[in-house]
Each structure stands twice: as structure tokens, then as C-alpha cells.
């Protein structure tokens, strides 16, 4: 059974940080390329940053170049997502996705993570 479990959300002040997890199951993990994405009330689902199957190769979205960090390990079969000088702004349910490295046809979703960023 496929399984991708998102943790680590909550609420945190303006400038804080927090460390999302995205634990995977029921696949190998090291053949997909990960991505974290967002999605605030009354918005479409954002790309926010992904980083290829091997960890070589990561991308961020503008909004959030310079204070998101995305990191795997493979040998855990989890990804991550370091956020720090956190944004009001950066409110939104955060959803891990998964994309087969070589089928990209082939892709799983988590089930979100609430992050609300408020004083």
C-alpha cells in the first residue's frame, strides 16, 4: 500500500521556522522524484520546491528562494522541508508528491500538513 505521510505542520510566529516530513511507503522511493506543494484557502495548489530522485538537483519556487530548504534521504525514505523566516503568507495546507523519476505518469500525493504562520 502506497503511502506518503506528511508531519511537522503547525502554527508558528512571523520570522519562525519549522521542518515539514514527508515519511514514503509502499514504493521505491529512491526512483521518484519528490516535490513539496501548497495550497491556501480560496487558491490553487502551488508548486513549492522539488528535488530530483537522487537529491542532486533541487528547484524553488521565487516566493520562496533563500528561506525553504528541500532535502531527502534515501535510506529513510523521507523527504523534507526546512522553513525558515516564515510569512503569513506561507499559510496553506503542504502536500508532498512524488512523480516516477523515468513515468511520469506515475505519482502519488500525501494528504496535507497545516502550516499557519500568525502572531
Known amino acids: 500500500q502506497v503511502q506518503l505521510v506528511e508531519s511537522g505542520g503547525g502554527l508558528v510566529q512571523p520570522g519562525g521556522s519549522l521542518r515539514l516530513s514527508c515519511a514514503a511507503s509502499?514504493?521505491?522511493?529512491?526512483?521518484?522524484?519528490m516535490a513539496w506543494y501548497r495550497q491556501a484557502p480560496g487558491k490553487e495548489r502551488e508548486l513549492v520546491a522539488s528535488?530530483?530522485?537522487?537529491?542532486?538537483?533541487?528547484n524553488y519556487a521565487d516566493s520562496v528562494k533563500g528561506r525553504f530548504t528541500i532535502s531527502r534521504d534515501n535510506a529513510k525514505n523521507t523527504m523534507y522541508l526546512q522553513m525558515n523566516s516564515l510569512k503569513p503568507e506561507d499559510t496553506a495546507v503542504y502536500y508532498c508528491?512524488?512523480?516516477?523519476?523515468?513515468?511520469?505518469?506515475?505519482?502519488?500525493w500525501g494528504q496535507g500538513t497545516q502550516v499557519t504562520v500568525s502572531s
Open positions: 528535488i530530483t530522485s537522487t537529491g542532486g538537483r533541487t
Open positions: 509502499g514504493f521505491t522511493f529512491s526512483l521518484y522524484a
Open positions: 508528491n512524488a512523480v516516477h523519476r523515468i513515468v511520469a505518469s506515475v505519482g502519488y
